[in-house]
């Protein structure tokens, strides 16, 4: 059974920085492509980062290029998303997503399990 489980959200001021976490049970995230998503109420979901199972393809959304960095630590089998200089248009729940595919897309409909999201807020 696969288990992905998000944390690090919370209320952050504008500019600030938040590491949300994603730990997986159940499945073996260097062997498949991690992505990060959000949703902010009345929109829609959206991509955010993604990392392959090589990690060499890392791709983020326009609005987060330059701030925010997704990595892994396969000894912990977890990812993360680095979100530095964070703007109030940020706050969102942010859930964390695998595609077993591994190639790594911005589409959610290629992602197969999805942890339950953490919210982040930023207030201005």
């Known amino acids: 059974q696969v288990q992905l489980v998000e944390s690090g959200g919370g209320l952050v001021q504008a500019g600030g920085s938040l590491r949300l976490s994603c730990s997986a049970s159940g499945v073996t995230l260097r062997y498949v492509a991690s992505g990060w998503f959000r949703q902010a109420p009345g929109k829609e979901r959206e991509f955010v980062a993604v990392v392959n199972w090589k990690s060499d393809n890392i791709d983020y959304a326009d609005s987060v290029k330059g701030r925010f960095t997704i990595f892994r630590d396969n000894a912990k089998n977890t990812v993360y998303l680095q979100m530095n200089s964070l703007k109030p248009e940020d706050t969102a729940v942010y859930s964390c997503?695998?595609?077993?595919?591994?190639?790594?897309?911005?589409?959610?409909?290629?992602?197969?399990?999805w942890g339950q999201g953490t919210q982040v807020t930023v207030s201005s």
């Open positions: 997503a695998v595609d077993p595919s591994g190639r790594g897309s911005p589409r959610s409909d290629e992602y197969y399990y």
